[in-house]
DNA sequence: TTGAAAGCGCTAACAC
DNA sequence: GTGTTAGCGCTTTCAA
C-alpha cells in the first residue's frame, strides 16, 4: 500500500528525485532556469506525490498572503450581498482570497475584525464602515501601510473610497415625487444613527430646491430596514392630520412593508400614495405594485474597489498617490408605484 | 520624531526590553513562567510599540491557521445568505477566520476553490455542494485530513453532513395542497439538473401517496430560481389543456414570479389557483398575497455545521469516529396563498 | 525564571 | 543548470 498521506513537501519531491529542494522548487515555478526534462521530472513526481504548494510557508517568506479582507456590517442587506459576491468573483479571478467579516454595524467588532485581518497580514482591506463618522481607525490601518478601499457614501481623508452617492439618490427619488405633482412627501428612514443619514439628506434638499419646508413629521427614523418597520411608519405617518400623498422609503424591504400597509388599509397605490423605494432588488419589479425605486450596480462598485485595492496593493500604496475617489452614479426605476397625486 | 512604522516583531521587543525573543513570546501569550513583573514591562513595550503577532508565522509552526473555507455556489440565494452570516458569526466567537469561495454550481470552480482553501492551510472545510453527484473530490480532501461539513440535501458515505431535508419540505408543501383538496397541482422546479433534484421527488411521493399518478407535463423543470423563470412557467403550466389548481414553486422568488402571472392574468391567488412557496425569504410575508411557504432555520443550520466541522478540528478528525449526519427539520408556514380549490 | 538553538515549508542570494 | 545557505516571524525543545 502506498504511504501515510501527509501532505508532501517541496523536500519530498527532492528525495524522490534527487534533485534539490530549490530545484523543485524553480521547476515548479516554471523557472526558465530548469531544464525542460529536469522539469518534466519533476513535475510527474509533484502529481504523483499530489503535492500542493503551502501558501502560508510561501506568504511568510514573500510578506504576502494574496488575501485581501472584506469587512460587511451585515451580509443580509441585499446591496451588501450583491458587492460580495462580485468582490469574491473579481478577487478570485485574479488569484486572491477573500476573508470575510462582519461588524454588525457596531465600530467595536469592527475594530477586532481589523486586527484579525491585520494579524493574519492581508494584502488590502475592504470595507463598508459600520459609522461614517468614526474612520480614524481604518484610517490608522492604512497609516501602519495596509491598502484600504472604503466602500462609503463620503469619503474621508486619507482613504481611498468607492461611494455609492445615497444622498443624490435620495435626492433623485423625492425629486421624482415633486416632479409628479406631489408637496407633502414622507420619508421612512430605516438607518440607525437616525436622520443623520445622507439620505434623509437628499430629500430635504430636493425639497428645499421645491421651496418646501422640511416637515419633521414626516422624516421619520424607524430604527430598521425590515418590512415591518415600514408597515410601523406607514401606521404613524398616515394618521397625521395631514398625511402624505407619497412616501419615499430608505429600501425596498421598506417600501414592501409601506405595499402592505396600503393593501391592508384600503390605500391604491399608486392612486391614493406614490411610493418609492431603494435599492432595486429582485423582487421590487414582482411586489404587489411593481416598485419604483433607486437602482446601482453593485457589481460596477465592487469592480471598480477591487481594481483599486489591487492597485494599491500590486504597484506600491503610497506611490499612488493621493486617496482617490469614485462614484458609481445612482439611477432612478421608474415602475408603477408612483403617479400624480390625487387632484383635489 | 518616531521611528518608520514598520510592523515591529518579537524580536524587536525583545530589543527595546533586553528579554530573549522566547521571554517575550512567552510572556506575551501570559506564560505563568514568567514572572509579573517581566510580563508587565514587555505588556508595556508590546503596546507602545502597536505590536500585533503575525499569524502567518504562528500558522506555520503550530500547522494550524485558525481559519476555515466556506464554498458556497452563490451568495445571492437568501438561504445560503443566512447561512454565511451564521457560519461567520459562529466562527468569529470561536476565534476562526473565515475564507468564501462561490462555485457558481461548477464543480470544476468547487475544485479550485477547494485546492486554493487546501494551499491557505484552512483549518477545516464548510461545504454547499454544486452537484450532490459528484463529491468525491470533497471526500478526497477528507482523505487528505481536512475536516469537511457537508451543508447539503443528502448525505456521502465519508463525510459529515448537516442536512436540509428538501425533499422533506417538498413533500409537506405537496401534501398541504391535496389535503386541501387539490388534484392537479403543478411544480415550478428552477433546480439545473433538471428535475433530478430532491424536491421533484418530494413532490412525487407526496401524489403516489394520494395514489395519483405523475403527470411530466405538470412538473416543470424552468433552469432557474429567479422570478421572471416563474412567471414563464406560468404561462407553460396554465396553457395546459387540464391546467392545475395549485402550483408548488420550488422557491419564493419564483412564487413571486407565479403570483405576479396570476394578478397579470386576472387569476384570485387563492381562490383560483393556491401558491406554495420554499425558503421562506422575509419577503414572503408582503408578497401581493402573503405567502405560504416551507422554512428552515439557516441559522441552526449553520450553527450545527460549525459546531460539528470545530469539533472535528480541535478534537480530532478521525477520532470523532464515524461520519455525522444531522439534519435540521423543515416546517411549514401556512399564509394566505394557500386554499381548497374552487369547486367544480 | 530565562536564553539558545532548531525548525515550520518555502523562496532568494549566491555559489559552483 | 543546479546546489548551498540563509532567513521570513514565530513556537518549541532543551539547557542553564
Known sequence: MSGIPVRPRLKDIAA???FSTNTVSLALRQSPLV?????KVIAEVARELR?????????LVQRQTRSIGLILTNILNPILTQTAEAVELALSRRGYALLLATSSTMVEQEKRALEGFSGRQVDGVLIYPAHHGQLDHIAGLRRLGVPVVLLATEGHAGIDVVSFRDREGAYMATRHLLE??????????????????????????ALAEYGIALDPQLLRPIGGYAPGFGYRGMDELMALRAPPTAVFASNDALAAGVLDWCSRNGRQVPGDISVVGFDNIELAAYFSTPLTTIAYDP?????????RLLSLI??????AGRPQRQAVEPRIIIRESTAPPRAG
Chains 1, 2 share one sequence.
Open 16 to 18: 524522490a528525485t534527487g
Open 314 to 319: 500590486e504597484n506600491g500604496e503610497q506611490a
Open 299 to 307: 457589481q460596477a462598485m465592487a469592480r471598480m474597489a477591487v481594481e
Open 51 to 59: 503535492y500542493r504548494p503551502n501558501e502560508i510557508a510561501k506568504s
Open 180 to 205: 409628479l405633482g406631489h408637496r407633502r412627501i414622507g420619508m421612512l428612514d430605516g438607518g440607525k444613527p437616525a436622520g443623520s443619514g445622507e439620505k434623509s439628506a437628499g430629500y430635504s434638499q
Open 35 to 39: 531544464t525542460e526534462e529536469t522539469r
